[in-house]
Structure formats: C-alpha cells, structure tokens
C-alpha cells in the first residue's frame, strides 16, 4: 500500500472575497486543523472547475452568494497524509456570510490577516493579500 502522501493532489478551490478593503476569512470547525483561519473552499468534484467549486462551497458554508472574476494563486502543499492543489478565485459577492458550519467569520483588514493563525497552505496567499490591501 502506498503512502497518501505520495497520490496525486486533491484539488480545491479556495474563494477571496474582497470588499472594502478587506477579506473574507472564516475558521475550520471541525478536524486536526479545527480554530484555524482560511479561507471559503473545498474540495473540487468531478466535472466541476475551481470557480465553480469556490461559488459552490461559499453557497455551502455561508449561505452566501459569489460572483467568480478570475483565478489570483495557486499553489501545492503537502499536509501530513495528503497532499493539495489549491486554486485561489477572486470573487465578489452579494450579502453578507451566515455560517453553516459553526465556524466563526469576519472580514478581516491587512493588519488583522497579519495576526490570524492561518493554515499553512494559505500563508503564501495572505502575504500576498496583506501587500495588496496596503498597497
């Protein structure tokens, strides 16, 4: 039997919504990584593309409605046991999040993105975000 880690990648899709200067985040609630930050996403299902995932899963997890605009990041991370593809959409959207999975959400500033424990597969992306709402 082979080691998971050593399969191909599970792709996901992860949604960055911006509004005013700020950006979505909400928390794991549930699993080894439960408490901490990320951003709406997960898993990509078959016949489906990343925006379509991202707009999906924001339906999902927050009751809330996204307009994909355009792939921003992407990037590989190997977790112990299981490896991921993780696209990162831009996305707009119309309302405001209502959690359906007991995680707590907000819309979070450059400075706060800073201090949020994030997984680590989002760290390349919030840096990159933090540069981009200061700028």
């Known amino acids: 039997m082979s080691d998971p ?5 599970r792709p996901i899709a992860a949604a960055v919504v911006l509004r005013a200067g700020r950006v979505l ?3 794991r609630a549930a699993g080894p990584w439960a408490g901490f930050w990320e951003f709406p996403g997960g ?23 996204v307009r994909a605009l ?16 993780v696209t ?14 007991g995680q707590q959400v907000r819309w979070a500033s450059a400075d706060e993105l800073s201090d949020l424990a994030f997984l680590p597969a989002n760290a390349e992306l919030v840096g990159l975000l933090v540069e981009r709402l200061r700028g």
Do not use: M
């Open 25 to 27: 985040v909400q928390t």
């Open 43 to 65: 898993g990509i299902e078959p016949g489906e593309d990343a925006a379509a995932a991202a707009v999906r899963e924001c339906r999902e997890e927050l009751a809330l409605e």
């Open 88 to 101: 990162f959409v831009l996305c707009e959207a119309q309302g405001e999040p209502l959690p359906t999975e």
């Open 70 to 85: 355009h792939p921003l990041h992407a990037l590989e991370w190997a977790y112990p046991g299981r490896r991921v593809h």
């Open 5 to 9: 880690a050593e399969r191909s990648a």
